[in-house]
């Protein structure tokens, strides 16, 4: 009898470790669904509201990312131009007085005031961009809580994530290479720049970067670099 017990408990356990071994018993199929399986993708696929909403989605958010792209391109060519001013402005101040020509007194701080302009729309798209994370994101959650369901971590993660304007290493590599180019341009202009003689009345740098509707855009480009205008 202890016999025909002992190999009766150790059938039901080969039997037992066979099933929790299996794939149907390791599958969660007990626990509820997931916010993004194949019943709720269902449901919403027949909803028509609901394809009308991730369609417009999905085109505002193809607008966004090739506005970000043209944007970044086009601040690239401006990345050239001010390497370029910055360029003339180091081999007018290596050679001697008087060498270099096609370089007045206000070269330098019209070299500055493109440095400056160029600065703040770097960080214009950089706001750009957040904005536009920040805000498809709060556009689903609202989303959620009236429709009840779960797709704001999914479409973030698949959708929006892969975007340029997440993921901009290229325009973080400008900003900080224009805050360096400032520094130099700044320095190599008041290299170049001629001591004002007595009784002339010479404008100030912070004069020479615009009208007075542009100043204030200027001075808080210069201040989020660090710099008294």
């Known amino acids: 009898i202890r016999g025909a017990t002992a190999e009766a408990e150790a059938s039901s356990s080969r039997s037992a470790e066979a099933e929790a ?8 199929s007990a626990a509820p669904p997931s916010p993004g399986d194949a019943d709720q993708r269902r449901t919403m696929a027949r909803s028509p509201p609901e394809v009308a909403f991730f369609r417009a989605l999905r085109a505002e958010l193809q607008k966004s990312a090739q506005f970000f792209e043209q ?6 060519i401006r990345r050239e131009r001010v390497a370029e001013a910055l360029r003339q402005l180091r081999r007018a101040v290596d050679a001697a007085p008087g060498v270099v020509a096609g370089l007045d007194a206000a070269a330098g701080d019209r070299a500055l005031a493109a440095c400056v302009g160029y600065y703040r729309d770097l960080l214009l798209l950089e706001n750009y961009a957040i904005i536009n994370y920040c805000g498809f ?3 689903l959650k609202k989303h959620d809580k009236q429709t009840g369901y779960v797709t704001r971590s999914q479409f973030m993660r698949i959708c929006v994530a892969p975007q340029p304007f997440t993921h901009y290493p290229r325009l973080l590599e ?7 180019s400032y520094r130099e341009i700044s320095a190599a ?17 912070r004069e020479s970067l615009g009208s007075s509707d542009e ?3 200027a001075a808080g480009a210069l201040a989020a670099l660090g710099v008294s205008p």
């Open 137 to 139: 994101s709060k556009i």
């Open 21 to 28: 071994s299996s794939p149907r018993a390791s599958s969660p």
């Open 215 to 217: 100043r204030p855009a």
């Open 174 to 180: 400008m900003i900080k290479e224009a805050e360096g």
């Open 71 to 76: 944007a970044e391109s086009i601040l690239e």
């Open 189 to 205: 202009a008041s290299t170049l720049a001629p001591a004002p003689a007595e009784g002339d009345e010479t404008p100030s740098r």
